[in-house]
């Protein structure tokens, strides 16, 4: 009886600790993402350059700075996002080409564009 409860602890063992080697393999080589943050304040928008990486997964934080709404606004992107005032978002991109892509905030028409630089 003992040797039969031995080989059946020795059975489950085996299938346990190779599920543990693969979950803490795994875990090791996955990267976390990049995260850059773009600020609105009333109409300016900060950085008005953002260098991103191309052909990898991201993401951008969105921060309301100021006391009105803005809205992230990208045709090119197909991108659009609305803060409240004192308030952040956040977008994930899955690729980028390689190449700038321009977003504003739609609510401010009058502040200058900003570029997304993917290389």
């Known amino acids: 009886m003992k040797q039969r409860r031995r080989v059946g602890l020795r059975?489950?063992?085996?299938?346990?600790?190779?599920?543990?080697?693969?979950?803490?393999s795994t875990s090791a080589?996955?990267?976390?993402?990049?995260?850059?943050?773009?600020?609105?304040?009333?109409?300016?928008?900060?950085?008005?350059r953002l260098e991103v990486p191309a052909n990898r997964r991201f993401q951008l934080q969105l921060r309301n700075k100021g006391d009105t709404p803005a809205e992230?606004?990208?045709?090119?992107?197909?991108?659009?996002?609305?803060?409240a005032p004192q308030s952040t978002s956040i977008l994930v991109f899955?690729?980028?080409?390689?190449?700038?892509?321009?977003?504003f905030d739609d609510f401010h028409p009058d502040a200058?564009?900003?570029?997304?630089?993917?290389k």
Request: aromatic content about 12%; hydrophobic content about 50%.
């Open 72 to 83: 992230f606004e990208s045709n090119e992107l197909r991108k659009e996002k609305v803060l």
């Open 11 to 24: 059975v489950l063992w085996v299938p346990l600790l190779a599920l543990c080697w693969v979950v803490v």
């Open 29 to 48: 080589h996955v990267e976390e993402e990049p995260v850059f943050t773009i600020e609105f304040d009333n109409g300016k928008v900060e950085p008005q």
């Open 112 to 118: 200058p564009k900003a570029v997304l630089i993917a």
């Open 94 to 103: 899955r690729t980028l080409e390689p190449g700038e892509y321009v977003f």
